[in-house]
Every structure is written in structure tokens, then in C-alpha cells.
T-cell receptor, first 113, second 113 residues
């Protein structure tokens, strides 16, 4: 199916565990993003990528790692999960950085216990 | 630092009413502004993208306007329907390097039959 897909949709993990959230897009968009959505904070950028092998930090990158070996995939890893990382995570992509829409995945609801 | 505000936080209207959702931003140096819809437990669906050089965009019953000088955007929904019930988010893109979107907190709309 065309579009942007995230997996898993729901995840429960324990404090201290490593967990990876997957994101896959079929459009070959250059730009990809990870946001988290929290009550009271709205959506905030964690990391972004301008192309394969090019990534950079966003507003709240601490505790997260990303990679982008292929244009279509942009996994987000929580190296040692903490309760404060309980959130809904959204992956997004766009063809260009300023002239085109950003498209979002369905989100991953992560609970750290 | 860009801040995006949406007022009101919640709105309830009877079916058929025309309504306006407001979005304000503090830094007028934006490249574009995007409106999204989010249904409960779902991802963000892009509704309209307004480039900084544009004054408005239309899609069906939706019309979005942009006034950079006053730091405001509005989303006009004509002849509202119960299916329009959702949270509406606006996001400002002020970075030509990252494509980072700064989101408002959203307006939750309920359209009553």
C-alpha cells in the first residue's frame, strides 16, 4: 500500500529496555521526521532526516537514536526506555522541505512501565 | 522562538453551521502553514497547505487563509457535518533547512446532529 506506515501500533515496554519504532514510506520522499505527541506539549520534533545517511536532532532528541540507511525507512530507537518517554510517536515525510505537504503515519502508542 | 496558538481549545456547533477555527503564530517569517485533522487515536491527515506567498487555499468545504503580517491563519468550514468532528491542528514551517513544523495545541470540534 502506498503511504507511510508505522509499526507497531501499540507497544508496552519496561523501563531500561531498548525498543525500536519502525517507519516506512513508499513515496521516496527525501525528508522524514519523528514527532512525539503529549498532552500539554502538543507535537514536538525528535529527529529529522534530509536524505539517506543524513540525520539531525530536533527539539527533544535526548534518549533517542535514529538511522536512515535507506530512503524509505527511518527507525527510531529508544536506547534505554524511561517512563517520560511514554507518548504517541508519529513519523512523517515530505518531498521537499518548504514547498510540499508533510504526511503523517498512524502513530505508535508507546507505554513504558 | 516560534509559538503557535489555537483558540478556542474546543468548539461545539449544530450541524449545518459555518465556522472558523483560528491559528496565530508569533514569528511571521514562515515558509508555509499547514492545517491537519486528527481523529481520536489516529494519525494526522493533511487538509490544506498555504505557502507564504499565498493568501488562501480551498478544498471542498474548507478554506484556509493566511495573513503573515498579523501572524494569523483561519480555517473556514462551510455547512459543518457530524463527520467533521475531530481535532484540527495548524502547524507553521519556519525552517528552510529542516522542514520542522511548530504545532498549535489544536481545536477539538464537535458537530451535533
Amino acid at each position: 500500500d502506498a503511504g507511510i506506515t508505522q509499526s507497531p501500533r501499540y507497544k508496552i515496554t519496561e523501563t531500561g529496555r531498548q525498543v525500536t519504532l519502525m517507519c516506512h514510506q513508499t513515496w521516496s520522499h527525501s525528508y522524514m521526521f519523528w514527532y512525539r505527541q503529549d498532552l500539554g506539549h502538543g507535537l514536538r520534533l525528535i529527529y529529522y532526516s534530509a536524505a539517506a545517511d543524513i540525520t539531525d536532532k530536533g527539539e527533544v532528541p535526548d534518549g533517542y537514536v535514529v538511522s536512515r540507511s535507506k530512503t524509505e525507512n527511518f527507525p527510531l530507537t529508544l536506547e534505554s526506555a524511561t517512563r517520560s518517554q511514554t507518548s504517541v510517536y508519529f513519523c512523517a515525510s515530505s518531498e521537499t522541505v518548504i514547498n510540499t505537504e508533510a504526511f503523517f503515519g498512524q502513530g505508535t502508542r508507546l507505554t513504558v512501565v | 522562538k516560534q509559538e503557535v496558538t489555537q483558540i478556542p481549545a474546543a468548539l461545539s456547533v449544530p450541524e449545518g453551521e459555518n465556522l472558523v477555527l483560528n491559528c496565530s503564530f508569533t514569528d511571521s517569517a514562515i515558509y508555509n502553514l499547514q492545517w491537519f485533522r486528527q481523529d481520536p487515536g489516529k494519525g494526522l491527515t493533511s487538509l490544506l497547505l498555504i505557502q507564504s506567498s499565498q493568501r488562501e487555499q480551498t478544498s471542498g468545504r474548507l478554506n484556509a487563509s493566511l495573513d503573515k503580517s498579523s501572524g494569523r491563519s483561519t480555517l473556514y468550514i462551510a455547512a459543518s457535518q457530524p463527520g467533521d468532528s475531530a481535532t484540527y491542528l495548524c502547524a507553521a514551517n519556519g525552517s528552510s533547512n529542516t522542514g520542522k513544523l511548530i504545532f498549535g495545541q489544536g481545536t477539538t470540534l464537535q458537530v451535533k446532529p
